[in-house]
């Protein structure tokens, strides 16, 4: 064999596309780990993030995970020093935390479907704008299975039924490791809401599967459904454009 057999043989062996990497990249990327918590005190939820993401912070090659759980009652806001979405702290029925998010006030409780991803974005082309669309479609998709018209709004992050919001989302990054995530209003008491401005967002109405159905769903239930899609769509993430290249 002459030296240029030995030249065309070594690109036969290569990979011809890049999608030929990127599904060769995505064969040896980690599972996704889900788990449903059932319902868990927000404190406590906060504590087990910052565990995870520490520990893929050591260790790169650990699974990214998905954590799906309700809350008790509880307030939250974003990294903002515009506080006014809150309406007077002082007034709320439900403890209020300032967490390392982004967006404004909202309210998480029983009925509520939390979804905390904890994804290394360095697996995903590194691009937070394109993790939130995917949250936003991967919602959208679930709603779909249960007949529910869900839709992304242009400048707006998380996810509608008409005009009224039915999914948030506020994420967190630290050493491109996501945290926190979304809440996904599946059934129960939305008037908690109405002590605050949802999202920083005036005059929004807060709608849930239950409110748009008429149907009794499970919250458990819907975070099965959810865990079946996730598993299968993280591909999707995974598989970064062709203008970004692939760290781990």
């Known amino acids: 064999m002459n030296a240029t057999d030995g030249r065309v043989g070594a690109l036969r062996r290569r990979p011809k ?9 995505q064969r ?18 906060l504590v087990l993030q910052e565990k995870i993401v520490a520990k893929k912070w050591e260790d790169p090659s650990s699974s990214d995970e998905l954590l799906l759980l309700e809350h008790e009652p509880v307030y939250t806001i974003g990294r903002t020093p515009d506080r006014s979405s809150l309406l007077g702290a002082e007034h709320l029925p439900h403890p209020v935390y300032s ?18 991803p904890i994804i290394d974005l360095r697996r995903c082309g590194q691009d937070l704008h394109r993790y939130l669309r995917w949250l936003e479609r991967l919602l959208i998709e679930l709603l779909a299975e249960y007949g529910i018209a869900g839709t992304q709004r242009e400048s707006l992050t998380g996810v ?9 989302i506020g994420v967190g990054v630290r050493h491109w490791i996501t945290m926190h995530g979304f809440a996904l209003n599946v059934c129960g008491d939305l008037s908690p809401f109405n002590h605050i401005v949802p999202c920083g967002i005036d005059n929004v109405s807060m709608t849930s599967m239950e409110k748009e159905t008429g149907d009794v769903f499970s919250v458990a239930d819907v975070a099965e459904a959810l865990e079946k899609l996730a598993l299968d769509r993280i591909r999707d993430l995974r598989m970064a454009p062709e203008t970004q290249s692939i760290n781990v």
């Open 160 to 168: 509608w039924v008409g005009n009224r919001k039915i999914a948030s």
């Open 28 to 45: 040896l990327a980690p599972p996704l780990r889900t788990r449903w918590l059932v319902r868990v005190n927000f404190a406590d939820a």
């Open 17 to 25: 596309t890049f999608e030929a990497v990127r599904r060769l990249y």
């Open 99 to 116: 967490i390392n998010r982004g967006g404004q006030a909202t309210y998480h409780g029983p009925g509520q479907l939390m979804g905390y």
